[in-house]
């Protein structure tokens, strides 16, 4: 009441939010700063540009009063969420608040961020979701439950119109998982950890002893699982990290990424590429190398850097322009494909292609690597997402051929089958069947066997074969490849060609959907 025995509203209503930025209280903020994190606001504060943020729901409380949850009512309901800035774009953003409950995910907290998920998709501007919560709120049951089922419809939504990205920067266990999973991007904290069942269930049902973190750590989902595509040292750098790769896309799917003013030379070529690929053509070398020498100075992310190593993703900058960069890299496993790289190659050129980026492809790649723990794998289905992800995908793509392009992953890795606008090679290229030892012994087995010499002979088919194919001369003399380049010259020509793509407009045959392999 105030002096005149009115109520004082605006004081009742500054009470209220100074309450709601308290969370669940300064003991328990405390606590979290003594875990090592963060509080939900102090993250949003280093995301989003100052003074951006305008919150949504920040009086919102549950109404439950059974196993003690009516002494335990906090405004917000352990989650902040609203509308602001990131380098003057604007974003939607949600923030769980571990300090309430754990962060535990009510129907409260279900119903802002829905509310936010809908303002994001009718503005088609990204969304950003913070995570670190305790999973379903125990105490609400089943309301708890179906409410994780509402936000994943509106990600499944929004997919591929809006981007969205998951921070996990606590816990995030059992059905609570499966949001990120449907959002374009995960990016974990150290200390974080993402699983499905805890290691008392897991303990319980196989007798293996696991912690949090050797379950489901940031090191196990970007090594192992592929479930994380970036990770960082400590909760600043993984939201620095977030403001990097909304850089490259778009804020919805009928806009193109922003483009940067151009910092580098368009004309730059840099003579040590001309130097990179070693003589002995079984030498390994980086192919981060090639990128970096040859895209905008500094601009490459890579994405999924250590999931997959024998296959380089990331995005880049050419002129200034976003660029989704797909390669083999020989300096792991040959670069050859195997299941984890054609999961990973073929969910990146999806992602490109629903943001509008263009896909630019080096190729220096033996095949697909052989073995039974592949093909029981299912190495067919996977590998076939490469090429369906080639074909189906509309944006300007060019390919350029550094050295190996054997076989099947000739044909997958962006051959102008797979509606690549143009294809370059380098002098260094092979384009063949297969290797020339195994062509040898499939086409000349009984003339190696009943030459006089049958070594020499060997060695003389092989040097013939060798001679005809590797090469990229017969690839470019029936039309395959367009051009061949001397390395240096890579930089430049992939400008002026993106320069003509950039207003490409390709359509494919209407339909519900396709049936991507998987
Ligand atoms: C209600 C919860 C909670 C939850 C944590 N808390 N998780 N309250 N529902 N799911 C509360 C704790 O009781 C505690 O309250 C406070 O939050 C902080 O938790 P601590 O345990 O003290 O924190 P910490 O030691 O850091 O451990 C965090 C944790 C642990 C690993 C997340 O709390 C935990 O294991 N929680 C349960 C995880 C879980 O099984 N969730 C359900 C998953 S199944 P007090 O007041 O005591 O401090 C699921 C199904 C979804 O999510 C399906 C969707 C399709």
Same mark, same amino acid.
């Given at each position: ?8 509203? /605006? $004081? &009742?209503?500054?009470?209220?939010? +100074?309450?709601?930025?308290? *969370? @669940?209280? !300064? ?40 196993f003690g949850l009516a002494d335990q009512r906090y405004p917000g309901d352990g ?41 994001? /998709? $009718? &503005?088609?501007?990204?969304?950003? +979701?913070?995570?670190?919560? *305790? @999973?379903? !709120? ?270 099947g992953a000739y044909v997958a890795m962006s051959s102008k089958q797979m509606r ?99």
């Open positions: 009441m105030a002096e005149d025995g009115k109520h004082d509203h /605006l $004081a &009742a209503l500054r009470e209220m939010r +100074g309450r709601a930025v308290l *969370g @669940g209280g !300064r003991k328990r903020i405390e606590q979290q700063h003594a875990r090592g994190k963060l509080t939900a606001r102090e993250r949003l504060a280093l995301l989003l540009d100052e003074g951006s943020f305008q919150e949504f729901g920040a009086l919102a409380t549950h109404n439950v009063t059974e989650l902040v969420a609203g509308f602001g800035k990131v380098s003057g774009r604007r974003v939607a953003v949600f923030a769980q608040d571990f300090t309430v409950l754990g962060g535990s995910f009510s129907e409260v907290q279900a119903n802002k961020i829905c509310r936010i998920q809908d303002l994001a /998709l $009718a &503005a088609g501007i990204p969304l950003i +979701g913070l995570n670190d919560s *305790g @999973g379903a !709120r125990i105490q609400e049951g089943v309301r708890s439950l179906a409410a994780y089922g509402e936000v994943f419809v509106r990600n499944v939504m929004a997919s591929g119109v809006i981007p969205q990205i998951s921070l996990i920067l606590g816990p995030c266990a059992g059905g609570a998982v499966y949001s990120p999973a449907l959002t374009d991007f995960v990016i974990m904290s150290e200390g974080s950890s993402m699983f499905l069942t805890g290691p008392d269930v897991i303990k319980a049902v196989t007798g293996e002893d696991v912690t949090a973190q050797s379950l489901g750590g940031a090191e196990v989902h970007m090594h192992r699982s592929g479930v994380a595509h970036l990770a960082a040292q400590s909760e600043a750098a993984a939201l620095e990290l977030v403001k990097r790769l909304l850089g490259y896309l778009p804020q919805n799917n009928n806009e193109d990424p922003p483009q940067v003013a151009p910092y580098d030379s368009p004309d730059r070529e840099d003579e040590a590429l001309n130097a990179l690929i070693p003589d002995n053509e079984n030498e390994p070398y980086d192919m981060r190398v090639a990128i970096a020498m040859i895209f905008d100075r500094d601009s490459f992310l890579e994405i999924h850097p250590d999931f997959a190593p024998n296959a380089v993703v990331g995005f880049a900058r050419l002129d200034g322009y976003s660029i989704g960069i797909v390669a083999n890299q020989p300096a792991y496993m040959s670069g050859a494909l195997n299941i984890d790289a054609s999961d990973k190659i073929s969910r990146f050129i999806r992602t490109c292609d629903a943001y509008n980026v263009p896909v630019i492809t080096f190729v220096d790649c033996p095949g697909f690597l052989p073995g039974t723990d592949q093909e029981f794998g299912g190495v067919i289905r996977h590998g076939a997402k490469i090429i369906y992800a080639y074909c189906e995908s509309t944006v300007p793509k060019i390919s350029i051929v550094t050295r190996k392009a054997m076989g690549t606008d143009l294809t370059f090679a380098w002098p260094t290229a092979q384009v063949a069947v297969m290797g020339a030892e195994a062509a040898v012994r499939v086409l000349y087995r009984d003339d190696v066997k009943n030459a006089p010499d049958s070594a020499a002979k060997e060695r003389e088919l092989i040097a013939y074969y060798r001679e005809k194919f590797f090469n990229p001369y017969r690839a470019a003399d029936v039309g395959q490849i367009d051009e061949v380049i001397e390395p240096r010259e890579t930089r430049p020509r992939l400008i002026r060609a993106l320069e003509v793509l950039r207003t490409k407009v390709q359509q494919n045959p209407p339909k519900k959907h396709g049936l991507v392999p998987s």
